[in-house]
């Protein structure tokens, strides 16, 4: 079973990066994808998540109205579009794919937020 991710890096305040994160050694399409991040000193949280055929998404409030997430099962990939991106987004963010009690993580790009 393998996440990986791509797509992390330094970021000014106000622009944009796109975090991809390619899956395999599972059933890709039957699996909820989330991506989580972790702040130096706090706690990981969820960042957003899409159900298994990309049918519903969900945001945590600050992801709200300025990442959007979407999936595509036919290559297995899942990807975040981060805009308006603000200092308080550092963190590594994790690629998570969860299935009743199965859980994966990938290895966490960093992305620093800074001018």
């Known amino acids: 079973v393998q996440l990986v991710e791509s797509g992390g890096g330094l970021v000014e305040p106000g622009g944009s990066l796109k975090l991809s994160c390619a899956a395999s050694g599972f059933t890709f399409s039957s699996f909820v994808m989330s991506w989580y991040r972790q702040a130096p000193g706090k706690e990981r949280e969820l960042v957003a998540g899409?159900?298994?055929?990309?049918?519903?998404?969900n945001y945590s409030d600050s992801a709200k109205g300025r990442f959007a997430l979407s999936r595509d099962n036919a290559k297995n990939t899942v990807h975040l579009q981060m805009n308006s991106v603000e200092p308080e987004d550092t963190a590594v963010y994790y690629c998570h794919a969860r299935k009743w009690a199965t859980n994966y993580w990938g290895q966490g790009p960093q992305v620093p937020v800074s001018s």
């Open positions: 899409i159900t298994s055929r990309g049918g519903s998404t």
